[in-house]
């Protein structure tokens, strides 16, 4: 029997974990791809054992310089029915501060191999006639963000890239989502944003699991939805920008910003 055979970057953990766990579930096998390889070798077990998929684990640090050409040079034989660019970070600070190489880095990751990958697999899944993609973009694609400027403007690329392609491969087999979660649970929504006061003001913040956020956003791949905003909250948020005088929402976020800056150093 032929499985199918699903291509996740950060798949050591959070949200890319938790996909490469819903598809050995549904009897994918699995290409597990992040720069951290003790957590991604732990992941794999965990899932192998759980499941019995068959998967391949890639230590690669898409953040560099060519990584995507390079990561499909060792997948090429592989015919993958679905690709989901799960791989992020994100970078507080005021843009004259921070680190360039941390900035590049992030372009790198989620704009440039993004790009670079979903080009050299789309093609693939086109002459096959079938296949899924899923970016992972951010609720901050729909502002520009003050002190995480550079996350917010690279969130922006992701979603309207993946729209647009969306629209390219319509009638193809190939179906294109950009998935837009809020603020959840996991190690990159405490560190990227930089939440470092108690636990009691995370809870305040966060709103859903990252379970939730990973099975809702399956659903809608699955479906061929192009656009995935996971719970009504954060739909009602992605409208405000659209109604809201433009000023009125940087200084606002701004101003949340600086606030968590606040307490970080506090």
Known sequence: MIR?????????????????????ADSYDLVMVDKHGDGLEQAAKSIQDAYGAGIKIIEKDLGLNRAAEELFAE?????????????????????????????????????????????????????????????VSSLAAFQPGPLMNVYYASKAYIHYFSEALA??????????????????????????????????????????????VARTAMKGMMKGRIRIIPGFSNKLLSLAPRFLPRNLVLSS??????????????
């Open 75 to 135: 997948v090429n034989l592989y015919e993958f029915d679905i690709l989901i660019n799960s791989a992020g970070f994100g970078l507080f600070g005021f843009f004259a501060e921070t680190d360039w190489q941390f900035e590049e880095s992030m372009l790198h990751l989620h704009v440039l191999n993004l790009t670079h990958l979903c080009k050299l697999v789309v093609q693939k899944m086109i002459h096959r006639g079938s296949g899924r993609i899923m970016n």
């Open 167 to 212: 629209n390219e491969v319509k009638g193809t087999g190939v179906t294109v989502t950009v998935l837009l979660p809020g603020l959840f649970n996991t190690n990159f929504a405490s560190t990227a944003a930089s939440y470092s006061g108690s636990s009691e003001k995370k809870e305040k913040i966060v709103t859903t699991t990252v379970e939730e």
């Open 253 to 266: 976020l701004r101003r949340i910003q600086e606030r968590i800056r606040k307490e970080e150093r506090a």
């Open 4 to 24: 199918n055979q699903a291509l996740i970057t950060g798949a050591a953990s959070g949200l890319g974990l938790e996909f490469c766990r819903l598809l050995a």
